[in-house]
């Protein structure tokens, strides 16, 4: 099965919130406040127009002189703004929070050119927010640029050298690239500096599965579902950690569990079935097959080689 990486959120808004709130103008903390609500309900659109909004109403009171409400369309002026031609604008530093935020949430709405230019904005209004550097090495991971990210990652340890969460995704990044000895270095400190993160468990997991530790790999995934019993994918990894020591029984288990979080987890389907076939239960296992086909659609070809595989292994083994 092909590697697959968990990436934290790039920011908590969470921990941020009430830093900022404090700050800001009433209509404008209104409009911040509902749109980090509807970042927590899932209403990502709506919470991009509402920190759109907080831009603008700072932006505002500036004179609307150095604002970029849409952070790609370079400066622009604010409709209604007052230029006033015998004031320097000062550009408020607020407002990198608030692009920081509008980034993440244009994030995980798959707006990677939105993210990466609001990322960019805040960090040339406050060259020191880590969020911003954050919010953009993930943005650059999923655009491929590995080199970028580890860059913005980097920057963010330098700003934070206990940021458990940029040593976390820098060591996935790492671990894509092949680069085991340093992304198992990094899990360790993410784990060091935050004992309860469940992904750098999962992370270092899946790299020990891949050196062949399987029990070491066992007690990472663990550890993960013991702080995180609802993560489907950590159940997932347990059970191919199972698998690949042939305790098909508990592997079962584990797949069985991770179905049970996320119905729609295909390589849960894929690695029962298999398991299943291992069995010789092929009744049940053709419908693990089948539910796999339904949701994964255009990887049936490599699902059919591993049956293929299986099958062969049982008859050499009669």
Known sequence: MSKQLFFASAIVITCAVLQVQAQLPLTAQEYFKRGNLRYRQGNLEGAVADFTQTIEIISNLQGGDGSRSDGRNGKRKLEGAVSRPDTISVIDIRLATIYAYRGLAR??????????????????????????????????????????????????????????????????????????????SDFNQAIAFNPHLDTAYCNRGNLRRDKKDLDGAVADFERAIEINPRSASSRLYLGLAWYDKNDLGRAIAEFTEAIKIDSNLALAFANRGLALLRQWQDVEAEKDFERYRALAGDRERQLDQKIKAVKNRRTQNR
């Not at 993930?138 to 963010?156: C, M, P, T």
């Open 107 to 184: 994030y995980h709405l798959g707006d990677l050119e939105g993210a990466f230019a609001d990322c960019n904005r805040a960090i040339e209004i406050n060259p020191n927010i880590k969020e911003a550097y954050h919010n953009r090495g993930s943005v650059r991971y999923a655009k491929k640029d590995l080199e970028g990210a580890i860059a913005d990652f980097n920057k963010v340890i330098a700003l934070d050298p206990q940021s458990a969460d940029a040593y976390n995704n820098r060591g996935g990044i790492r671990y894509y690239q092949g680069d085991l000895d340093g992304a198992i």
